[in-house]
T-cell receptor, first 116, second 116 residues
Framework: DTGVSQNPRHKITKRGQNVTFRCDPI?????LYWYRQTLGQGPEFLTY????????KSRLLSDRFSAERPKGSFSTLEIQRTEQGDSAMYLC??????????????FGPGTRLTVL | AQKITQTQPGMFVQEKEAVTLDCTYD???????LFWYKQPSSGEMIFLIY??????QNATEGRYSLNFQKARKSANLVISASQLGDSAMYFC?????????????FGSGTRLQVQP
């Protein structure tokens, strides 16, 4: 039983470059979430997918950020024209979505982005 | 106003002793869920325990229990018989159900250090 996986684990980029992260959820989980965590803070919600539909987006998700989940399995998060303020850990989570309120979110190891 | 407040930035506990990590929350939803996650230095968020707002019994999961006081809007995590491997950041999180939202809102965390 594999958990949520994220690639790459670390990314260093120069300001102004585009970066893309990938998340593979737990198989059969139909909900997928992206969060951002800066140093010393708890994660902050960015966006969520039910299958391939993006159903909720935070105001934190500026127009430089785009997320996709084209076939309802893996997801990508792209940041265009990166800024130093984008430096953070980007966490992906998935949940079964089978109904009921618990619907626990299980997290991946994260991608740490450093923008120079 | 902060939705989740964790007032203890850091806590120390002796191995084999019990420790309580505080969490208070703020919501106007009638239906909500409270979660605790552990984040070791490796970065992955590990789900520990869940409490629903309508659950009459306090949740327990092995050495973890949740002291839920709905009128006081608190959901403190109790770890019994602390182990060295419990040293990590601990985050309290809430999901508000009334509008069908899926996002988790996290507190700023408590760093627990277990001493031998």
């Amino acid at each position: 039983d594999t958990g949520v996986s994220q690639n790459p684990r670390h990314k260093i980029t120069k300001r102004g470059q585009n970066v893309t992260f990938r998340c593979d959820p737990i198989s059969e989980h139909n909900r997928l979430y992206w969060y951002r965590q800066t140093l010393g803070q708890g994660p902050e919600f960015l966006t969520y997918f039910q299958n391939e539909a993006q159903l909720e987006k935070s105001r934190l998700l500026s127009d430089r950020f785009s997320a996709e989940r084209p076939k309802g399995s893996f997801s990508t998060l792209e940041i265009q024209r990166t800024e130093q303020g984008d430096s953070a850990m980007y966490l992906c989570a998935s949940s079964l979505g089978s109904g009921g309120n618990t619907d626990t979110q299980y997290f991946g190891p994260g991608t740490r982005l450093t923008v120079l | 106003a902060q939705k989740i407040t964790q007032t203890q930035p850091g806590m120390f506990v002796q191995e084999k002793e019990a420790v309580t990590l505080d969490c208070t929350y703020d919501t106007s939803d009638q239906s909500y869920g409270l979660f605790w996650y552990k984040q070791p230095s490796s970065g992955e968020m590990i789900f520990l325990i869940y409490q629903g707002s309508y659950d009459e019994q306090n949740a327990t999961e092995g050495r973890y229990s949740l002291n839920f006081q709905k009128a006081r809007k608190s959901a403190n995590l109790v770890i019994s018989a602390s182990q060295l491997g419990d040293s990590a950041m601990y985050f309290c999180a809430m999901r508000e159900f009334d509008m069908g939202r899926r996002a988790l809102t996290f507190g700023s965390g408590t760093r627990l250090q277990v001493q031998p």
